[in-house]
Nanobody, 125 residues
Framework: QVQLVESGGGSVQAGGSLRLSCAAS????????MAWFRQAPGKEREFVAAITWSGGSTYYAESVKGRFTISRDNAKNTLYLQMSSLRPEDTAVYYC??????????????????WGQGTQVTVFS
């Protein structure tokens, strides 16, 4: 079992930046690939970014490529999402997710076993 707790959300003006964190506890953090998803009101939860257990490979949704950076610190059991050039359409609840490193990384929610409770990001123009 892996417990995930997100933090760092808030309200920011368009064009601004935020850094989200996801603290993991339970099983060895380095055994898991990690991802960020987001869900806007009235919409499905969508993939944002993912990172392999070692941090050696990263994947991004087209909508955030070049603006968001996913990273991890296995020594601190923490996942990050650095968000820059934020837009109002980035407004959503952001969730971190984990899956064992033996599983393939996929951009759908059904491919991830563990979820945090989410943190709200609001971008105003």
């Amino acid at each position: 079992q892996v417990q995930l707790v997100e933090s760092g959300g808030g309200s920011v003006q368009a064009g601004g930046s935020l850094r989200l964190s996801c603290a993991a506890s339970g099983r060895a953090f380095s055994n898991y690939a990690m991802a960020w998803f987001r869900q806007a009101p009235g919409k499905e939860r969508e993939f944002v970014a993912a990172i392999t257990w070692s941090g050696g490979s990263t994947y991004y949704a087209e909508s955030v490529k070049g603006r968001f950076t996913i990273s991890r610190d296995n020594a601190k059991n923490t996942l990050y999402l650095q968000m820059s050039s934020l837009r109002p359409e980035d407004t959503a609840v952001y969730y971190c997710a984990a899956v064992h490193r033996s599983r393939a990384i996929v951009d759908v929610t059904t491919g991830w076993n563990y979820w945090g409770q989410g943190t709200q990001v609001t971008v105003f123009s």
